[in-house]
């Protein structure tokens, strides 16, 4: 990997001197997160052994280690950079997306976690057909999952192509492919080789580094201003160029008419309902024995998970006052390296050795984030299309346990391989839009079925597969006709958005960007007519799921 | 219970496993575990997303309200948005406090002794998942259900 890290090397244009110098400092950082977790997950295979093993992690972690996990697989390249280059750029509004973030998680800590641990085995879908006809079901929440991990996979790779040419400084090409090829090549490693175990200790890892480098910056920019919130709010408020609206929510949301405050609501909506019907999330309550487990590394994640967006605020205003918001947008206009920036002007500033090597520390960082996150897509997206497509919709119920942890493996190659391809030919298209549909179709279709499994009597399996679909048709078809694919200009969007990516000029029918606001509601209203319209009664599995899910009796 | 020595792998079946939970269910052992969940959880969540919402609403439409200084360059939208983190650490402590001295204990109240060990049977039903059971020597499928709880 190390050799295939140089390669990208020779195609980057020439650069000065101490530029060089962090490059170089970058890649050895790489370099040495890559061996190190190369090692952790060559020795975790070691011990794979059951089906267990592979997609739960044996069931063998603390709550401290599965919290780490949950807020390295949960806090991607988009929390970090992106919400602090939303701070550093648009001021307040960075925070309606990091509070959306966090409280979300109550969702899950009250509704879901304990109760999937209890009554699940390796994917949701185990919950969500748990009372039902198990092949339509399991075959909905299966193209649900990939569709869901897809989504977010492709923004985190597309990401990562632009991210880490931006912070080796170099625009080429070919280095954004081969960055996308090196990220894919090792998530596709990590997940194959390691199974869960091996993705949790990539997690646990990047968690730590993340929380540190963070820790450090924060603690850095407020000794700064003499640990004084308010000085620091005020440099950046002066620093900005747009004064005291910089301290205010409206620069990037609801800016203009009454449809971008609705898609304010809208966004908020998916934040905070999206985060408990992610698949990838949900499959980590099962990496640990029991319950209370369950429930206290969720309580292990809220504490790290708001601890870290708390230190996004410090650092992206720190970045914004003592880089300021023109030298940010003018190295990348959606503010993506002002976390980087900051490092190095916290440093010593452009020029300086101490700049450098911290500008490399933040960049590898990110690196790490970058890896955590993928992997953990992988793995559940194959795990889903192993355990719920090919061992219940294909196979009936008939494969062994060594046949799914083998197709899961080739799932995961496979899911890779094509991540690697579209990531490869998206790489100049502006995917951040991935990362809230993501969102918005967990809340739409995953949620409502998962909160009618486990607290509606008459829920049954058409209501199950109509909410599913239903959500999920209805978060992409709004898109498909938002202003992310129809870029005209309009009053909701006076500017136009030159990204679209189907027109420029025409106007969009909905001018909302985020589906949430409509999709939500649609997924529980498919839900709950697929259920009404159904005569199927499951009474007697209800009282099982109960029992089990309340009790923890039969847990695996 | 009765089937209590029907013995390992459930001789009674997957029905008289099925019965059995439907009695727990109605056991007012469990209705009370029951109960005593949603009494904290249903409230709970509604309280929450309420007051995040209004946080979000303020944020679209209260913006003068939003922006008026508290002390110094603090204003109101940062106290609000700092709040959200405090209620939802809140939340949390108050959840766990309450799982530990409430729920837990009268978890172990209900009596499963009916069905713990018919764990195949339900599972060969096509109940949970096609494969039963991890493979021996897993780590969960060693201990008793005592044991997990």
């Known amino acids: ?556 | 219970m009765t089937t209590e020595s029907s013995g390992p792998a459930g001789g009674g079946g997957a029905a008289t496993g099925a019965d059995n939970y439907v009695l727990i269910d109605q056991s007012p052992e469990f209705q009370r575990l029951r109960s005593s969940f949603r009494r904290f959880v249903f409230p709970m969540t509604a309280a929450f997303l309420v007051w995040y919402l209004l946080y979000v609403v303020l944020s679209a439409y209260a913006r003068d309200f939003m922006g008026a200084k508290v002390v110094g360059e603090i204003n109101v939208a940062l106290v609000f948005g700092l709040l959200q983190f405090a209620s939802t650490f809140l939340i949390a402590v108050l959840y766990e406090r309450y799982a530990r001295r409430r729920l837990e204990p009268l978890a172990a109240a209900v009596d499963t002794s009916s069905v713990a060990l018919t764990k195949d049977a339900h599972a060969g039903a096509g109940a949970v998942s096609p494969v039963d059971g991890d493979a021996p020597g897993a780590p969960d499928t060693d201990g008793t259900q005592e044991g997990r709880r």
């Open chain 1, 1 to 556: 990997m190390t050799h295939a890290l140089t390669v990208a090397g020779p195609a980057a244009p020439v650069l000065a001197a101490t530029e060089n110098e962090h490059r170089t400092f970058s890649l050895v950082l790489f370099a040495l997160f890559v061996a190190v977790t190369l090692y952790i997950t060559i020795r975790a295979s070691r011990q794979n052994r059951t089906a267990a093993d592979y997609y739960a992690g044996g069931r063998s972690f603390s709550p401290l280690q599965n919290g780490l996990a949950i807020g390295g697989d949960y806090m991607s390249a988009a929390s970090f950079l992106g919400i602090a280059g939303m701070f550093a750029l648009s001021g307040y509004d960075g925070f309606l997306y990091s509070i959306g973030f966090l409280v979300a998680w109550l969702v899950a800590l009250l509704l879901v976690a304990e109760l999937l641990r209890n009554s699940g085995r390796f994917t949701m879908a185990d919950v969500l057909a748990f009372r039902m006809r198990q092949r339509p079901v399991r075959a909905a929440a299966g193209i649900s999952t990939i569709v869901v991990s897809i989504f977010y996979l492709l923004a985190q790779m597309v990401g990562a192509g632009a991210l880490v040419s931006l912070l080796l400084g170099s625009q080429s090409e070919s280095t954004k492919i081969w960055t996308i090829v090196i990220v894919g090549a090792l998530m596709i490693f990590y997940v194959t080789v390691g199974g869960m175990k091996g993705t949790t200790w990539v997690q646990i890892v990047k968690a730590v580094l993340l929380m540190t480098g963070a820790l450090v910056m924060t603690v850095w920019v407020l000794a700064k201003y003499d640990f004084n919130i308010s000085t620091l709010l005020g440099a950046a408020a002066d620093a900005s160029g747009k004064g005291q609206a910089f301290l205010e929510p409206g620069l990037k949301y609801g800016a203009t008419d009454v449809w971008s405050k609705l898609d304010l609501l809208s966004l908020g909506l998916a934040l905070v309902l999206g985060t408990a019907g992610l698949p990838h999330i949900l499959i980590r309550f099962y990496t640990v024995p029991n319950s209370r487990a369950a429930r206290t590394s969720v309580n292990w994640a809220i504490g790290i998970i708001g601890a870290f967006y708390l230190m996004t605020l410090v650092i992206g205003f720190g970045a914004a006052a003592l880089v300021g918001s023109k030298a940010i947008a003018a190295q990348d206009k959606g503010g993506n390296t002002a976390a980087p920036q900051l490092a190095e002007a916290l440093g010593g500033g452009a020029g300086s050795t101490g700049g450098a090597i911290f500008l490399a520390v933040i960049a590898a960082v990110a690196f790490a984030t970058i890896l955590a996150v993928v992997a953990g897509l992988t793995l559940a997206s194959s795990s889903s299309f192993s355990h719920d497509i090919f061992a219940s919709v294909l196979r009936r119920g008939k494969a062994t346990e060594q046949d799914e942890v083998k197709v899961a493996r080739i799932a995961a190659l496979a899911i890779g391989a094509i991540a690697i391809v579209l990531s490869i030919f998206a790489r100049g298209m502006n995917v951040a839009f991935l990362v809230a549909l993501a969102f918005a179709v967990a809340a739409s279709a995953n949620l409502p079925t998962l909160l009618f499994s486990l607290f509606w009597k008459k829920f049954n399996t058409s209501g199950a597969v109509a909410g599913i679909y239903g959500g999920l048709v209805s978060a992409v078809g709004v898109v498909l006709l938002s202003p992310i694919c129809w870029g005209g200009k309009s009053d909701t969007i006076p500017k136009g958005n030159v990204d679209a990516l189907f027109s420029e000029t025409v106007v969009a029918p909905i001018p909302l960007q985020n589906p949430g606001l409509i999709s939500i509601p649609v997924g529980f209203l498919c839900a709950y007519l697929g259920t009404v319209l159904s005569k199927e009664r499951t009474d007697a599995k209800y009282a099982e799921l109960e029992v089990r899910s309340l009790t923890g009796t039969g847990a695996h």
